[in-house]
């Protein structure tokens, strides 16, 4: 034992030398423990409680986060943009300011995805049917669904009017490619909630106008009806717009009051004005695209996207039920006849353990040591 020990002293000196200041290290390295275990502190934490650390989902760490942080606008100091001015900003990105739609559908959707994942994590809603329009709001779910194919959830793709042109062809060529499977209107199931945890409505967006026309009218109907006949005992679908909950005028918003309600609506650009209608608890903002100039010309008031995010919380976030969060660990205890030998082996098991969890500063450790009667 006592060589195990010395080895664990000499172990926690090299260590503190690396991470405390000096005047700290030296009162550790001076300490003469009795028994001694060393581990990064996340880890040694729950195993002296008789835990195991449990390596869940990143994005569930990072959800909770932005859940945290985001950034509670008033969404009176956002600018909403009327039909005429969405597509006038367009034209301007894709004619005097170089970009092709190829590359803005592509920030478009990839905003779509990430915000998808800050709310919806793949453990729980994998299964995710993107219903795409005919324009350009359906190619944004096209590539939507391939950056959530990345984040490991399970597209599938409803398709009914494709458009023929080279981009759209090679959005279909990627996804097949994934195996991502298209569904024809005749191989939609009935229930669709019975199928999917997540319907993304990629149908229409701000060149929409006047009444919806076969088949996308039927295929808003089915979207809005999930809400109706919505069993409430059972976990219904999430349904996430894109820029425009589908049917909805531009502007007005749900005209007849009996359009689609979407759970999430990930605004593009800017928001449209009939965003100030939208009552679901999710609303984002993406499309981190929008130079100086164009916000100068329209006199765009948009938040500041944290960090390298691609989207960003706008409107309240949901109340979060805090009990919600906590997790129940259930493993093993931490058994001596467990414990590796070689302090520094263990250590280095602690370590892996850390590194492969993907946590952040897994050399962070904490050391704690006992008397002989077991007291710290
Ligand atoms: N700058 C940006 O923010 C970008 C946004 N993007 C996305 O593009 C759409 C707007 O795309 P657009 O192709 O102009 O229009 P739509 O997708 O809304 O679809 C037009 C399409 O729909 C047909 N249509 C119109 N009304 C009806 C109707 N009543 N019934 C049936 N069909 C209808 C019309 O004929 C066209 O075929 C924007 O919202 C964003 O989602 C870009 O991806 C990137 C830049
Ligand atoms: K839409």
């Not at 502190?41 to 002296?48: A, E, G, K, S, T």
């Not at 008031?301 to 969060?325: E, H």
């Not at 129940?328 to 070689?342: C, G, H, Q, R, T």
Request: net charge neutral; charged share 20%; proline share 8%.
């Amino acid at each position: 034992m006592l060589p195990l020990l010395r080895k664990a002293k000499r172990m926690s000196c090299l260590l503190s030398q690396t991470l405390l200041p000096s005047s700290a290290a030296n009162s550790v390295c001076n300490f003469k423990p009795t028994h001694s275990l060393i581990a990064p502190h996340h880890l040694l934490l729950p195993r002296l409680l008789g835990l195991r650390p449990k390596i869940g989902f990143l994005g569930s760490v990072r959800g909770m986060a932005t859940k945290m942080d985001s950034i509670q606008q008033n969404p009176e100091a956002i600018s909403y943009l009327n039909q005429k001015e969405a597509a006038e900003i367009d034209e301007i990105l894709m004619g005097p300011l170089g970009f092709s739609v190829d590359q803005l559908m592509e920030l478009a959707g990839l905003s779509v995805a990430a915000a998808i994942a800050e709310v919806y994590r793949p453990s729980e809603y994998s299964r995710v049917l993107t219903i795409c329009g005919p324009g350009n709001n359906g190619g944004d779910g096209l590539v939507a669904a391939r950056h959530l194919y990345h984040f490991g959830y399970k597209p599938f793709i409803c398709y009914p009017k494709r458009t023929a042109k080279p981009l759209y062809d090679g959005l279909v060529t990627q996804l097949e490619s994934l195996s991502v499977p298209f569904l024809s209107l005749e191989d939609l199931p009935k229930d669709l909630s019975d199928s999917f945890d997540i319907l993304v409505d990629a149908i229409f967006g701000f060149s929409f106008h006047g009444s919806p026309r076969p088949p996308f009218d039927d295929l808003i109907q089915r979207l809005v009806s999930l809400k109706i006949n919505g069993d409430t005992h059972q976990k219904s679908s999430a349904i996430i717009s894109i820029d425009i909950p589908s049917g909805w005028h531009v502007e007005e918003g749900d005209l007849s009051g009996e359009g689609i309600k979407p759970d999430m609506l990930v605004s593009l650009t800017a928001p449209k004005l009939c965003a100030k209608r939208f009552s679901g608890s999710h609303h984002f903002l993406g499309g981190r695209f929008v130079p100086p100039s164009i916000r100068n010309k329209f006199k765009l008031q948009l938040p500041a996207y944290p960090g390298t995010s691609m989207c960003i919380r706008i409107g309240k976030p949901p109340k979060i039920d805090i009990s919600s969060l906590r997790e129940n660990y259930i493993s093993p205890a931490l058994l001596e006849e467990e414990v590796v030998a070689d302090p520094f082996d263990q250590f280095q098991k602690w370590f892996d353990d850390a590194m492969a969890a993907g946590l952040k500063e897994p050399n962070a450790m904490a050391l704690s040591t006992t008397g002989k009667d077991g007291k710290p």
